[in-house]
């Protein structure tokens, strides 16, 4: 079974430019989340959906950061304009509706310069 | 008070020893519990869930739960140098809130 898919891997940009990250969950995973983690943090969630609904979104800057998952499979998560302070790994998990188990994606690991 | 506290380390042992990582939370209404490893530089890696009180083992990882004190820890046995990793606690109240980690215990097992 194909775990969590992301792309890019790798992403650099310079401040003020946009910046998309996309991600496949395990398929049959209806709820998907999308984290941000700090070098020596544990992650922090930025939102979860449940199918194609946001359930979750309380942690997310909606100032720069937007985040949609269309037909809900497939998500994408969206910086514009990214800020230096943005550069994190930017993971993706996904888990079975009702489940706590969450399964994460290689994560897109951001700098801003 | 932090929600998942855990002591950063870096714990050390020796190839063959049990290592024990700890980690408290705050949140009383917490029903499941989890341990992640994270190599450097990649992503966690889900290795136990527990949601009851008591010892779950899997191998040579047991999860040990005592919901009364708020605590959860990982005994890992006969360590191995490729156990050396971070190992990151995890929270939930259930499958409509979010999971809450802690910062993470860096493990280190020498040869």
């Known amino acids: 079974e194909a775990g969590v898919v992301q792309s890019p891997r790798y992403k650099i940009i310079e401040k003020k430019q946009p910046v998309a990250f996309w991600c496949n969950p395990i398929?049959?995973?209806?709820?998907l989340y999308w984290y941000l983690q700090n070098l020596g943090q544990g992650p922090e969630l930025l939102i979860r959906?449940?199918?194609?609904?946001?359930?979750?979104d309380s942690q997310l800057p909606k100032d720069r950061f937007s985040a949609e998952r269309l037909k809900g499979v497939d998500s994408t998560l969206k910086i514009q304009p990214a800020e230096l302070g943005d550069s994190a790994v930017y993971l993706c998990?996904?888990?079975?509706?009702?489940?706590?188990?969450?399964?994460f994606g290689q994560g897109t690991r951001l700098t801003v310069v | 008070q932090k929600e998942v506290e855990q002591n950063s380390g870096p714990l050390s042992v020796p190839e063959g020893a049990i290592a024990s990582l700890n980690c408290t939370y705050s949140d009383r209404g917490s029903q499941s519990f989890f341990w992640y490893r994270q190599y450097s530089g990649k992503s966690p890696e889900l290795i136990m869930s527990i949601y009851s009180n008591g010892d779950k083992e899997d191998g040579r990882f047991t999860a040990q739960l005592n919901k009364a004190s708020q605590y959860v820890s990982l005994l890992i046995r006969d360590s191995q140098p490729s156990d050396s990793a971070t190992y990151l606690c995890?929270?939930?109240?259930?499958?409509?809130?979010?999971?809450?980690f802690g910062k993470g215990t860096l493990l280190t097992v020498n040869p």
């Open positions: 398929s049959g995973h209806n709820t």
């Open positions: 995890a929270v939930n109240r259930g499958s409509n809130y979010k999971l809450t």
């Open positions: 959906y449940e199918n194609e609904e946001a359930v979750d």
């Open positions: 998990a996904s888990s079975l509706t009702g489940s706590t188990e969450a399964f």
